[in-house]
């Protein structure tokens, strides 16, 4: 997902990513515009750079997901608002959720096997909010990640 950094903005971008949380179905009212159905999810991959999903209108009231689901997508538009980097899903926009089985997206594998060992994002998450490792467990990292 670093590559979507160096996009355009608005560009047709695709991605791949694990759920690691979702919001609530809210409704939202774009200026001049009738009142909308928005769901926002955020994605992530072993960068631990999570990147928030946009859903809306119908879309939004019938995707389902759970923390830990893996999902591609192709033809979501880019969108970078003060750094952080954004996926609206539009109506040619694709989701597909990548099960376990799926050989067709090589990717998928490496990413599971990385979420599985879910350490790692918890520790990526402790490591954004502090500067020392004292904050997360010298231990800890000395044990899991083999630092000396």
């Known amino acids: 997902m670093n590559d979507l950094r160096t996009k355009k903005e608005g560009s047709l971008v695709s991605a791949i990513g694990i759920v690691v949380r979702e ?3 809210k409704d939202v009212t ?4 009738s009142p909308i159905k928005l769901k926002n999810f955020y994605i992530c991959d072993q960068t631990c750079d999570d990147i928030k999903v946009s859903l809306w209108g119908k879309q939004a009231e019938t995707f389902s997901c759970v923390k830990g ?3 591609a997508f192709t033809r979501v538009k880019l969108s970078i608002y003060n750094g952080v980097v954004g ?3 539009l109506l040619e926009s694709t989701i597909t959720r990548v099960e376990e089985n799926m050989n067709e997206i090589a990717l998928s594998h490496e990413l ?4 599985q060992e879910r350490t790692v994002y918890d ?3 402790k490591l954004k909010r502090s500067n020392t ?3 997360i467990g010298d231990k800890k990292l000395k044990e899991n990640y083999m630092i000396e």
């Open 69 to 71: 689901d893996m999902f």
């Open 133 to 135: 490792a004292d904050d």
């Open 87 to 89: 996926l609206s899903v």
């Open 23 to 25: 919001d609530e179905l």
């Open 123 to 125: 520790l990526c998450q």
């Open 112 to 115: 599971r096997r990385w979420w």
């Open 30 to 33: 774009p200026k001049y515009k």
